[in-house]
């Protein structure tokens, strides 16, 4: 039996531990096609954390902390919550199991 972590990332920097994760969860899922979808989900979660690393980079470099670290948050919270989205897509798929 698989057991599935809650994943959740702080900043981009913890997105190499969570991705791993998460594909251990695609590997467990016996569908092909289930486990092509949480593949392009995946993915899609890549892309939105490649913008949350530009974000925080800026935010780094800018003066003004206040505006660029609200939005900065913003994006960390959209993309923990794509991670949530995703964590209960691998769930289902394991329970449908392809009928």
Do not use: C
């Not at 695609?26 to 289930?34: C, E, L, N, P, Q």
């Not at 902390?65 to 289902?92: A, M, P, S």
């Amino acid at each position: 039996m698989l057991k599935l972590a809650i994943v959740k990332i702080m900043n981009s920097l913890d997105w190499q531990n969570a991705y791993s994760e998460l594909q251990k969860g695609i590997a467990s899922v016996s569908s092909y096609t289930s486990r092509r979808d949480l593949f392009r989900m995946l993915l899609n979660i890549d892309g939105m954390v490649s913008e949350l690393s530009k974000a925080e980079l800026t935010a780094r470099r800018s003066p003004s902390k206040g505006l660029v670290h609200r939005e900065v948050d913003k994006q960390l919270e959209r993309v923990n919550e794509e991670i949530n989205n995703f964590e209960k897509y691998v769930t289902l798929a394991l329970l449908l199991k392809d009928k």
